[in-house]
């Protein structure tokens, strides 16, 4: 079974730097684009930054210069590096992946998945 499991998340004051973390494991054939979305209270979920598997990089405008999004292809990782702002960037977090597994000893196709979300609270 593929999986995305996050950690890193927790209450930082603004102005202060967190990193999350988002690791692939399981029968994992080969990962693809990988990102970061977020959604705060009462609003939509959002594209935060993206990763392509040669580390070609995408962030949102209301985080570029703030946030990068480094990639580790050896530990299947990806991380979100983040110096925050209150309260814009109190949110649930989540990983994005499109990976292909292995059944019966054959690559699937790419497939999305997600993490399960972990909460970051900007507050002094």
């Known amino acids: 079974q593929v999986q995305l499991v996050e950690s890193g998340g927790g209450l930082v004051q603004p102005g202060g730097s967190l990193r999350l973390s988002c690791a692939a494991s399981?029968?994992?054939?080969?990962?693809?684009?990988m990102g970061w979305y977020r959604q705060a209270p009462g609003k939509q979920r959002e594209v935060v930054a993206g990763?392509?598997?040669?580390?070609?990089?995408n962030v949102a405008d209301s985080v570029k210069g703030r946030f990068t999004i480094p990639r580790d292809n050896a530990k299947n990782t990806v991380y979100l590096q983040m110096n925050v702002r209150e309260p814009e960037d109190t949110a649930v977090y989540y990983c994005?992946?499109?990976?292909?597994?292995?059944?019966?000893?054959?690559?699937?196709?790419?497939?999305?998945?997600w993490g399960q979300g972990t909460q970051v609270t900007v507050s002094s």
């Open positions: 994005n992946a499109c990976m292909s597994g292995v059944i019966g000893g054959r690559p699937t196709g790419c497939d999305d998945y």
């Open positions: 399981g029968s994992i054939f080969s990962i693809y684009d």
């Open positions: 990763i392509t598997r040669l580390s070609s990089t």
